[in-house]
DNA sequence: TAATAAAATGAATGATTTTGAATAATTTTA
DNA sequence: TAAAATTATTCAAAATCATTCATTTTATTA
């Protein structure tokens, strides 16, 4: 057997199983301990994969470290509770519009087992779709340095040629009376926008967004399903008084 | 039997298996260990096989494609310089197109003092353009995972909007009669694109890449100013037969 | 057609690379 | 800590490779 085959084989026994132990190579290829030990050392140069101990695995890529993001984890857990409600909504082979936000961020391991698609502004959310392989396109546009989302006019006229069957997203205000709000007016476009192209309309919001009410009106609060832990009973059932606005609480 | 169809047949069970064993081909084609060699070498100067030890593979090999994460650290130094050299073509404000790749992220750094605005498809290239606060536009498409790129037509849509003052490739392969070429022809596609949309083109090329040729052609070796640290004075003297080809070289 | 040049072939040689086994050194496990 | 497993190192045999040269085949020209 060639070198270059065995190579192949191993890579290909990598990239299915992740690592391999040694033996399992000697004894699958029908070479010495020898041959496979020098395959890896060379693999290994090629930067092609990781020896360890007994055997190899497989380059784990980093990709796109995360940069400034997922350091405000004050409400971890209750977003994590929040996108897993809102993943339930999800269905096989959906196609889903997933907005930049921390608490959108808490879907995406729910998704791969639903195997959508997934079109987000959020490069926060690129390292982990990648890591996870979920297909993804990227919504193209000018980064907003702030926020890590791309946004823009050029990001609109992107977003324009596609539609979803659902779409999350963040908020920064819910107000009954002012509707979904958030601070920048371009963002505000973009969900608008998400909204107008989606079938439902999911907005995840944690228990310190209800009842707030920021610089740019997005919606009404019945143009989307809301999403919350919070347990206010008082804000919950004034937002209810609208018949068309639906609610969903976690517990 | 002729030169000629042993050279077919040759290829033809490349095709078919990927690899083949010398041995294999004496046995089959009736003729001489020495004549498949020469065969073999005859292929590979035309850039149809590649020969290894006891045999020959198909040029790409499939299994083996480095992702970026393992291209990395391999010659950075040689790419450092590269990027340097190719970034004193760039003037103050600028709009430039950045393609995805190793050696045109070593460019980054020095983009902040020029004021530029920085169009790119590459997400490797995103932490830092962030981290730098350049201005930068964000190529909208598919997520491609092997070499954490964006492209397909969606992708070629959105940058068809814009054009460029200049643009800086990466490419594969560089070769004087098979021009500039990339294995994948989604990105072969995008680069093209970018090509079409600039006022100067310049391809970032280390050493390893010179004289090679990969499955997609991209672009005509003259169709953009080639910037390389190598010193094979005879592929350079090669490329310079033509003489609408015009090449960089760092020392 | 014969004479000649050019190209392709096969065999032989020595150089290089790959391989497997043996053993010493190291790491992991109990 | 000792035993077991894994790794690194070394070496000789085997396989493969590059080079050379004589021979055959093919092409060219007189």
Redesign the pocket.
């Known amino acids: 057997m060639l ?1 270059t085959e065995r190579h192949e084989f191993i890579i290909s026994i990598l990239k299915k199983q992740g690592t391999v ?3 399992e190579l000697v004894d699958q290829l029908h ?5 496979i ?2 395959d890896l ?1 060379q693999l290994e140069e090629m930067k092609l994969l990781k ?5 190899a695995s497989l380059l784990q890529r980093k990709g796109l470290e995360p940069t400034t993001m997922e350091k405000q984890n004050k409400a971890t857990a209750e977003k994590q509770l929040i996108a897993k409600r809102a993943s339930a909504f999800i269905e096989k082979n959906d196609c889903i519009y997933l907005d930049a936000g921390t608490t959108t961020a808490e879907m995406i391991p729910y998704l791969k087992e639903k195997n959508v698609t997934v079109m987000t502004n959020g490069l926060m959310h690129i390292p982990k779709l990648i890591e996870l392989e979920i297909k993804t396109v990227l919504v193209g546009g000018t980064i907003k340095f702030s926020t890590n989302a791309v946004i823009g006019s050029n990001a609109g006229q992107f977003l324009n040629e596609y539609r979803f069957d659902k779409c999350f997203l963040g908020m920064n205000g819910i107000h009954h009376e002012m509707g979904f709000t958030t601070p920048d007016p371009e963002e505000a476009l973009l969900k608008k926008l998400a909204i107008n192209l989606s079938n439902e309309t999911y907005v995840l919001c944690d228990s310190s967004k209800l009842n707030e009410a920021t610089f740019t009106k997005v919606a009404d609060v019945s143009d989307a399903i809301i999403i919350t832990d919070s347990n206010d009973r008082e804000a919950i059932a004034q937002l209810q008084k609208n018949p068309k606005v639906k609610v969903v609480t976690i517990s």
Request: aromatic share 0%; hydrophobic share 25%; charged share 30%.
């Open positions: 070198t132990k040694l033996q070479a010495s301990e020898s041959t030990r020098r050392v020896r360890v101990h007994g055997g």
